[in-house]
Every structure is written in structure tokens, then in C-alpha cells.
């Protein structure tokens, strides 16, 4: 497999981008180059000798965070996200990969590789760690203000994800409601329960709460981009107080420090389970090629895992499953 990795996104960009690059080599056999985009002379000094399936793609630009992604997609044609965005589009890589602007890989997936012809808006689909396993919610902050037809879209998308990546067997789509009653929610919310609740091909359970969400009741949450970030950076930030009030508390006193001393295996691993960089990156579903999101602040280990992700995706002919399931006027 070829990958169009963008060494140039991200805060740790280039060092830990390349770094990743290099475990991936080491630990995937499946990888038969990986393309590293951006500019030569800071990226050289992070290559190792011998890596004959790293080979650097020049790029002059990057695309920042501070940067509006539809100006500078327009503007800085020798953007490091547009060359590997191109390179998918020409067939030259199997996948895109960028920890840098979420926004300026949207644009750039959509006008450098395509949609999905059948799909209106991309979403960008992420697991979360629950009671019962990893779950997929999307849209998580593509898409602000949604019609029906896109969460319905949404609604496919994930389900086709949740089976053939997270290998869940007739996975459980729930819509994101303030209740579980058909009746509950906004209208947005209200009329496409109706439409899944009639929809063939997905298993529809109905709406979700917000208190269920990491209780794992459902397999793929679907809601708009406002909602889905929202929920994101809700679960981060109430995982880090959590963190942090604990600690306080083992503080107070000996007793406390030598309880918290024996639960630190379990600790380690509930930490485990919720660190991003386990899984590696969120996939943009709906795009006609593989692209992955990785957070911002990803290291070496979230971008070789992301690796391995857009290789699941390729594998299981993904695009090819979703475009024939997401026929003109079936969704």
C-alpha cells in the first residue's frame, strides 16, 4: 500500500510525523511506500539511512490552522495537503494522511480527490472507548448545519464503517437526541427518525442520550457536526478533570497514595483505552479515497496507527462498498 502522508500538519510537524512514518515501516509489511509531503530541508533531518520505502515529495507551502482552508486551497497551489491530496485523486498513493488543518484537508479531500458521487457532505466519523468496546460517532464537526439527507447519509456511511472496519455484525445506529422518545428533539432530529426508522439496509434502534453515550448501547451515533464536536471535546476535557481531581485527591493523604499505588495497573490501562492515539486518526467518510484526520496534536504512535487504519480501509475495498451503497437517490 502507498500513502501520501502530509509532514508538514500538526504541532509536532515534522519530527514526529516522520518518526511515525519509519515505526509504521518497521512494524507493517503491508506499507510498500510512504510518500512524506512537504518541505525537503526539514524533513531530512529526521530520516534514517536505509529507509528505501520513504521517499520525500517536495512541497514550498503549508496550509496552517491559522489560515482560511478555501483561500490558501485556492492561493498556495504547492501546498504539502494538496500534493498528497493530488496524489490520491492520480492514483499515485492508496491513502491521504494529515494531522494538520481539519478544515484544510476537508477542502482539499473534496476538491483534490472528489465525493462520493451519491454523498452530499463528507463527515468525519471517530471511535470512542466504551463499557462495551470501541463505537463510532459522526459527524463530529464537518458539518455545522445538516438536512435530513445528510444524516441519513451519515446514518449509511457509518453503519458500512462500523461492519466492515470495526468488524461489528449488523451494527446499532442510534440518532443523538435530548431523549430516546420518537417525538423528542428538534425538528431536524424528529423528521429523520421517521426516514431511518424506514430505511432499509441499516439496523435502527431509535434516538440515544447523552448519558448513554460511552455506556456503548448503541454501535454508530449519528448526529450533525455542532452536536458530534460538542460531544468530542465534552468526553476529552471530562477525562482530563477527572484526571486531575483524582490526583488532587491522592494527595491529601498517605492512605490515599497507597490505594491509588496498587490501582495504577488499572489506571494505565483505562488510560490506555482512552488515549486517541490507540485508534490513530478519523477517517472522512464520503470522500471518493481514503483520507484519515489525525488530531493536532498527534505523535509518532497515533500517526503508525492511523497507518494502519487507512490499510483497513483499503483492504476491505471500502469506497468501492460505500459508493455501491450509496447509489443516486438510494439515501
Same mark, same amino acid.
Given at each position: 500500500?502507498?500513502?501520501?502522508?502530509d509532514a508538514m500538519?500538526?504541532?509536532?510537524?515534522?519530527?514526529?510525523?516522520?518518526?511515525?512514518?519509519?515505526?509504521?515501516?518497521?512494524?507493517?509489511?503491508?506499507?510498500?511506500?510512504?510518500?512524506?509531503?512537504?518541505?525537503?530541508?526539514?524533513?531530512?533531518?529526521?530520516?534514517?539511512?536505509?529507509?528505501?520505502?520513504?521517499?520525500?515529495?517536495?512541497?514550498?507551502?503549508?496550509?496552517?490552522?491559522?489560515?482560511?482552508?478555501?483561500?490558501?486551497?485556492?492561493?498556495?497551489?504547492?501546498?504539502?495537503?494538496?500534493i498528497a491530496a493530488k496524489?490520491?485523486?492520480?492514483?499515485?498513493?492508496?491513502?491521504?494522511?494529515?494531522?494538520?488543518?481539519?478544515?484544510?484537508?476537508?477542502?482539499?479531500?473534496?476538491?483534490?480527490?472528489?465525493?462520493?458521487?451519491?454523498?452530499?457532505?463528507?463527515?468525519?466519523?471517530?471511535?470512542?472507548?466504551?463499557?462495551?468496546?470501541?463505537?463510532?460517532?459522526?459527524?463530529?464537526?464537518?458539518?455545522?448545519?445538516?438536512?435530513?439527507?445528510?444524516?441519513?447519509?451519515?446514518?449509511?456511511?457509518?453503519?458500512?464503517?462500523?461492519?466492515?472496519?470495526?468488524?461489528?455484525?449488523?451494527?446499532?445506529?442510534?440518532?443523538?437526541?435530548?431523549?430516546?422518545?420518537?417525538?423528542?428533539?428538534?425538528?431536524?432530529?424528529?423528521?429523520?427518525?421517521?426516514?431511518?426508522?424506514?430505511?432499509?439496509?441499516?439496523?435502527?434502534?431509535?434516538?440515544?442520550?447523552?448519558?448513554?453515550?460511552?455506556?456503548?448501547?448503541?454501535?454508530?451515533?449519528?448526529?450533525?457536526?455542532?452536536?458530534?464536536? !460538542?460531544?468530542? =471535546?465534552?468526553?476529552? *476535557?471530562?477525562?482530563?478533570? $477527572?484526571?486531575?481531581?483524582? @490526583?488532587?485527591?491522592? /494527595?491529601? +493523604? !498517605?492512605?490515599? =497514595?497507597?490505594?491509588? *499505588?496498587?490501582?495504577?495497573? $488499572?489506571?494505565?490501562?483505562? @488510560?490506555?483505552?482512552? /488515549?486517541? +492515539?490507540?485508534?490513530?486518526?478519523?477517517?472522512?467518510?464520503?470522500?471518493?479515497?481514503?483520507?484519515?484526520?489525525?488530531?493536532?496534536?498527534?505523535?509518532?504512535?497515533?500517526?503508525?496507527?492511523?497507518?494502519?487504519?487507512?490499510?483497513?480501509?483499503?483492504?476491505?475495498?471500502?469506497?468501492?462498498?460505500?459508493?455501491?451503497?450509496?447509489?443516486?437517490?438510494?439515501?
Amino acid at each position: 500500500m502507498r500513502i501520501a502522508l502530509d509532514a508538514m500538519g500538526g504541532d509536532h510537524a515534522p519530527k514526529e510525523i516522520v518518526q511515525g512514518a519509519i515505526e509504521a515501516i518497521n512494524k507493517y509489511s503491508f506499507i510498500e511506500k510512504i510518500f512524506i509531503v512537504g518541505h525537503k530541508d526539514k524533513i531530512n533531518p529526521y530520516l534514517e539511512n536505509g529507509q528505501n520505502k520513504l521517499e520525500i515529495i517536495h512541497a514550498s507551502e503549508n496550509i496552517t490552522m491559522d489560515d482560511i482552508p478555501t483561500v490558501s486551497y485556492r492561493t498556495k497551489k504547492d501546498a504539502s495537503i494538496s500534493i498528497a491530496a493530488k496524489m490520491v485523486k492520480d492514483k499515485e498513493a492508496d491513502a491521504l494522511i494529515s494531522a494538520g488543518s481539519t478544515g484544510a484537508q476537508m477542502v482539499a479531500s473534496l476538491f483534490g480527490i472528489g465525493r462520493i458521487k451519491a454523498v452530499d457532505r463528507p463527515a468525519i466519523a471517530t471511535v470512542l472507548p466504551t463499557l462495551e468496546g470501541y463505537k463510532l460517532l459522526l459527524d463530529i464537526g464537518a458539518n455545522t448545519n445538516c438536512k435530513v439527507k445528510n444524516l441519513k447519509q451519515f446514518a449509511m456511511m457509518g453503519s458500512i464503517y462500523a461492519e466492515k472496519i470495526l468488524e461489528i455484525k449488523n451494527p446499532k445506529i442510534a440518532l443523538i437526541n435530548n431523549g430516546t422518545e420518537k417525538t423528542k428533539g428538534n425538528e431536524l432530529v424528529q423528521q429523520t427518525y421517521i426516514e431511518l426508522e424506514n430505511m432499509p439496509g441499516i439496523n435502527f434502534t431509535g434516538n440515544i442520550e447523552g448519558r448513554d453515550i460511552l455506556l456503548g448501547s448503541a454501535d454508530v451515533m449519528v448526529c450533525d457536526g455542532f452536536v458530534g464536536n !460538542i460531544v468530542l =471535546k465534552l468526553i476529552e *476535557g471530562m477525562a482530563k478533570a $477527572v484526571t486531575s481531581l483524582a @490526583k488532587e485527591e491522592i /494527595d491529601k +493523604s !498517605i492512605r490515599a =497514595k497507597i490505594g491509588a *499505588g496498587l490501582l495504577l495497573p $488499572v489506571v494505565k490501562e483505562l @488510560k490506555s483505552k482512552l /488515549d486517541y +492515539s490507540e485508534y490513530g486518526g478519523a477517517p472522512l467518510l464520503g470522500i471518493d479515497g481514503i483520507s484519515i484526520i489525525c488530531h493536532g496534536s498527534s505523535k509518532a504512535k497515533a500517526i503508525c496507527n492511523s497507518i494502519n487504519i487507512a490499510y483497513n480501509c483499503h483492504k476491505s475495498d471500502l469506497i468501492k462498498i460505500m459508493t455501491n451503497n450509496l447509489k443516486m437517490g438510494d439515501v
